[in-house]
């Protein structure tokens, strides 16, 4: 079956330190994937997607995910995190190209707290 | 930056009454979604819409939930006699195309039936 796994519920950085959330997905082909993330009483903002080709992505607010085929892993990085990032982070897969299904699968979330 | 606007941000209902929720999404998308997340839950899947019909719809859309983009800008749920387990956070969402085109959401309404 789809499903997409964030191990980590809840995370706390140190403002300036590095930023590693992790996501595992199980799928039949190699899916699109993305991370979002959503702020208190915000929506969803996407901040970067995967759809094929260098498996480094950058994204918005100085984000990054790297694909690991071999691992089913689509991590997201930061390499220093500001109080402002303190949100929930979702990750999520969606079909590929010539898929059945245009629907995307989240990961349960992981909530990101920031020290000072 | 295009926008997928939701309305009303929060609402309130009693059990067994009738709500619409109401989204525009962005106006050149052509495929259109709700889902929702209650709270403490991961997001899911409900429904998806295009061309004026649904395309997919997951096992929690049942009979009490129906979909409708009225007047071709407007992009509505309705759930027909709400229950204490529909108290949730529904999302908006469309797309330009398939998934590649990425999906924007809006911020949602909180819907809490007392």
């Known amino acids: 079956a789809q499903s997409v796994t964030q191990p980590d519920i809840h995370i706390t950085v140190s403002e300036g330190a590095s930023l590693e959330l992790r996501c595992n997905y199980s799928?039949?082909?190699?899916?699109?994937l993305f991370w979002y993330v959503q702020s208190p009483g915000q929506g969803l903002q996407l901040l970067l997607k995967?759809?094929?080709?260098?498996?480094l992505v950058q994204g918005i607010k100085g984000f990054e995910a790297e694909f690991k085929r071999s691992q089913s892993s689509f991590n997201l990085r930061k390499p220093s995190v500001h109080w402002s990032d303190a949100a929930e982070y979702f990750c999520?897969?969606?079909?590929?190209?010539?898929?059945?299904?245009?629907?995307?699968?989240f990961g349960t979330g992981t909530l990101l707290a920031v020290q000072p | 930056e295009p926008e997928v606007t939701q309305t009303p941000s929060h609402q309130v209902t009693q059990m067994g009454q009738e709500v619409i929720l109401r989204c525009v999404p962005i106006?050149?998308?052509?495929?259109f979604y709700w889902y929702r997340q209650i709270l403490g839950q991961k997001v899911e899947f409900l429904v998806s819409?295009?061309?004026?019909?649904?395309?997919?719809k997951s096992e929690i859309f049942d009979d009490q939930f129906s979909v409708e983009r009225p007047d071709g800008s407007n992009f509505t749920l309705k759930i027909r006699s709400t229950k204490l387990e529909d108290s949730a956070m529904y999302f908006c969402?469309?797309?330009?195309?398939?998934?590649?085109?990425?999906?924007?959401f809006g911020s949602g309404t909180r819907l809490t039936v007392v």
């Open positions: 969402a469309s797309s330009e195309g398939g998934p590649s085109y990425g999906y924007t």
């Open positions: 799928y039949g082909a190699t899916p699109y």
């Open positions: 995967y759809f094929s080709g260098d498996t």
């Open positions: 999520a897969v969606g079909p590929s190209y010539g898929g059945a299904t245009n629907k995307l699968i």
């Open positions: 106006s050149n998308h052509l495929y």
């Open positions: 819409f295009y061309n004026n019909e649904i395309s997919e």
